[in-house]
Nanobody
Framework: QVQLVESGGGLVQAGGSLRLSCAAS????????MGWYRQTPGKQRELVAS???????NYADSVKGRFAISRDSAKNTVTLQMNSLKPEDTAVYYC?????????????WGQGTQVTVSS
């Protein structure tokens, strides 16, 4: 089992930066793909950025060039560096991880952290 805990959310002015961190604990050796999702009231949860165990990254078009995802396997952490923030980036951001043990595959989610970008 794996637990994911996000931190780093808060209030920031448009154009500013925030860095979100996701700390994983438990059987972290079985975590494969990791990612950050975000959700606003009345909207579907959307993928913001993802990173594979091999380090390959993927970003939503809306955040390309502004956000950067990275992971540190030794520290069992995944970070999302958010620059040039816009009001439309306001959302609850969730850390996500794919857990794979032999033929067992499951999804794990953090509880989310609020990011608010003011204009």
């Amino acid at each position: 089992q794996v637990q994911l805990v996000e931190s780093g959310g808060g209030l920031v002015q448009a154009g500013g930066s925030l860095r979100l961190s996701c700390a994983a604990s438990g059987h972290t050796v079985y975590l494969k793909d990791m990612g950050w999702y975000r959700q606003t009231p009345g909207k579907q949860r959307e993928l913001v950025a993802s990173i594979t165990s091999g380090g390959s990254t993927n970003y939503a078009d809306s955040v390309k060039g502004r956000f950067a995802i990275s992971r540190d396997s030794a520290k069992n952490t995944v970070t999302l560096q958010m620059n040039s923030l816009k009001p439309e980036d306001t959302a609850v951001y969730y850390c996500h991880g794919t857990y794979q043990y032999q033929w067992l595959s499951s999804d794990h989610w953090g509880q989310g952290t609020q990011v608010t970008v003011s204009s």
